[in-house]
């Protein structure tokens, strides 16, 4: 059981420094950013939406009880990091560019799957 709860922190750490450090730009908009987000075909202004989501998110995970708000939340930052790799490579970039997104992915499923595991009634 501990070591369960290790790997979940491990997995769910990660994750919430990935999502935090994609909310940046919004509070310190950056030519690069905002020409990212020309790049793939959305306004800047989106990700702002997307920054206060991801900040939810965040709270909705670190905040004890509330499972079924978990659950939104694991899937609103799957539905980011997916789009975010489809919107790219409909901009006609290389996969390789956005395949470090995927790794966020990882992060969410071991945190998402940890996290039931955690919930399981010991018998």
Not at 48 to 73: D, Q
Request: proline share 6%; glycine share 10%.
């Amino acid at each position: 059981m501990k070591k369960d709860k290790i790997i979940y922190w491990i997995f769910t750490v990660l994750l919430i420094l990935l999502m935090l450090s994609t909310t940046i730009g919004v509070f310190h908009p950056t030519q690069a950013g905002i020409e990212t987000m020309k790049h793939i075909g959305y306004p800047y202004n989106v990700l702002t939406l997307l920054s206060i989501a991801k900040v939810l998110g965040i709270i909705a995970i670190l905040v004890p009880g509330f499972p079924r708000l978990k659950e939104w939340a694991y899937a609103g930052f799957t539905f980011d990091l997916v789009g975010a790799i489809y919107a790219g490579l409909s901009a006609g970039d290389p996969l390789m560019m956005w395949l470090p997104v995927g790794l966020g992915l990882v992060f969410v499923f071991g945190s998402y799957i940890y996290y039931h595991k955690l919930k399981k009634p010991v018998l």
